[in-house]
């Protein structure tokens, strides 16, 4: 079974705080995205990776940088939290090798006081 | 500018009838489509898909209608259940490119009422 683990379920942080979400998975996957959901407004695209240091901009980068040091792993680093990235974050990643079916992880609910 | 659109936020269907959910898509290099089911605080789960060169895909209960014409797609649940209760999100693609990321819609909230 395909696993794309978050490092955590829930959060809250501070205004300004600099925040770190994890994700790894592990089925080898070349592509790893992080998207955030919103009520009435689906799931958008942040940041995604095809490859080790690589990353491209998704719809909604602003106040977002991510890092791939390695494969399994695509981090998600909020550099001044505010208020308004109070959001369901959801991790996921694909072979990116004709096969598109992008696989979840179970989500970080952030909350920004 | 939104290239995959659901227009229905919400849906009520008695327990046994035919759930019917549709999904509009603007951008025609498009070529494969997936549908994925999200229950509250956990992450989506895929449910189905179909390539843009068929017109139709069943996988048990769930069967996934594309009209590549009217740029339209259409996902069946018969016969719903309670358990079906959830978001469904559609989202495209582009098939060619591997790392071209999959676009959603906003999602379409099923409720399957006993």
């Known amino acids: 079974d395909v696993k794309v683990t978050q490092s955590s379920r829930y959060l809250v942080k501070r205004t300004g705080e600099k925040v770190f979400l994890e994700c790894v998975q592990d089925?080898?996957?070349?592509?790893m995205f992080w998207y955030r959901q919103d009520p009435g407004l689906g799931l958008r695209l942040i940041y995604f990776?095809?490859?080790?240091?690589?990353?491209e901009k998704g719809d909604i980068p602003e106040g977002y940088s991510v890092s791939r040091e390695k494969k399994e792993r695509f981090s998600l680093i909020l550099e001044s939290a505010s208020t308004n990235q109070t959001s369901m974050y959801l991790c996921a990643s694909s072979s990116g090798q004709g096969d598109t079916e992008a696989f979840f992880g179970q989500g970080t609910r952030l909350t920004v006081v | 500018d939104q290239q995959v659109k659901q227009n229905s936020p919400s849906l009520s269907v008695q327990e046994g009838r035919i759930s019917i959910l549709n999904c509009d898509y603007t951008n025609s290099m498009f070529d494969y489509f997936l549908w994925y089911k999200k229950y509250p605080a956990e992450g989506p789960t895929f449910l189905i898909s179909i390539s843009s060169i068929k017109d139709k895909n069943e996988d048990g209960r769930f069967t996934v209608f594309l009209n590549k014409s009217a740029k339209h797609l259409s996902l069946h649940i018969v016969p719903s259940q309670p358990g079906d209760s959830a978001v469904y999100f559609c989202?495209?693609?582009?098939?060619?490119?591997?790392?071209?990321?999959?676009?959603f819609g906003k999602g379409t909230r099923l409720s399957v009422i006993a």
């Open positions: 089925m080898d996957h070349e592509n």
């Open positions: 989202a495209a693609t582009i098939l060619v490119s591997g790392n071209t990321p999959l676009v």
């Open positions: 990776s095809y490859d080790v240091k690589m990353k």
